[in-house]
């Protein structure tokens, strides 16, 4: 199992940006952090959790309507690092955050990070 651990998460008010990361454990070669599609969910209060943005090994990236041209995910395979630049927040962004990867045969999960946004 892959040990991923979020940070960055906390209070903004609205209209305002936050970076959130996600680390694999050290313990984690590289070869198989860059096999992991690495993803961002969402956890609202008395919500599910849903999907925000997704990236593949090979990059390639995939966005909730909600997070569409105001998020971005990326990934550092050096650092087996991936971030979520958030920018233009707003209170429908508030709740837990949860890091991703995941395989064919692997589905690892952090332990999340709040986010909240107040107006």
């Known amino acids: 199992q892959v040990q991923l651990v979020e940070s960055g998460g906390g209070s903004v008010q609205a209209g305002g940006s936050l970076r959130l990361s996600c680390a694999a454990s050290?313990?984690?070669?590289?070869?198989?952090?860059?096999?992991?599609?690495m993803g961002w969910y969402r956890q609202a209060p008395g919500k599910q959790r849903e999907l925000v943005a997704s990236i593949t090994s090979a990059g390639t990236t995939n966005y909730a309507d909600t997070a569409k041209g105001r998020f971005t995910i990326s990934r550092d395979n050096t650092k087996r690092t991936v971030f979520l630049d958030m920018n233009r927040l707003n209170s429908e962004d508030t709740g837990v955050y949860y890091c991703?990867?995941?395989?064919?045969?692997?589905?690892?999960w952090g332990q999340g990070t709040q986010v909240t946004v107040s107006s």
């Open positions: 991703n990867g995941r395989t064919n045969i692997r589905d690892d």
């Open positions: 050290a313990a984690t070669s590289k070869i198989i952090f860059n096999i992991y599609t």
